[in-house]
């Protein structure tokens, strides 16, 4: 049985469009549920940190990152149905995801991470400025996305790509990029 039919997962939107971006160095391709164990694997590096204080053992720890990960794919899922799940690689090997919204003027960057090893390498500064690009060029007015307060490193990365504040939520960051209009 797969990972999804194991816990009940929603499978991604079938779409046969190619991604909306293509970045130097990295392919883009749509998620599958064949990803599934690769996302929650992923996720998990997300969560390695904050989990290391807690005194649960690895068996509790598991059932917590499998449950969780359960609510953010459904949420993704269920929240956003015109995104494009997108897997990132690198030389054929998986390293990332990105869940990003092109269908209105305002892209929606619902989702960015990286795998561990892969972090503060310029990965993520080459992945968004495709992105940012490709929105600039498909008329896009901004591109929109939501951080982690406590995450200073993805923030600075933001702010140095055009990103300003929008808001400050309890636990996240609002911000934008903005693109010149030409009168």
Known sequence: MT???HIGLAGFPERTDPPPIAAEALTLRRATSADLLFLRSLYSSFRDD??????WQLEQKQMFLDQQFLFQHRHYVTNHPHADFLIVERDGEE???LYVDCSRDHWLIAEIGLLPQCRGKGTGTALLSALLAQ???SDAKAVLLHVEQNNLRAQALYRRLGFQVLDYGATHIRMERTFAEIS
């Open 95 to 97: 390293i990332g995801r």
């Open 3 to 5: 990972l999804a039919g």
């Open 135 to 137: 929105a600039e060029r």
């Open 50 to 55: 904050e989990l290391a204080a807690v005194p």
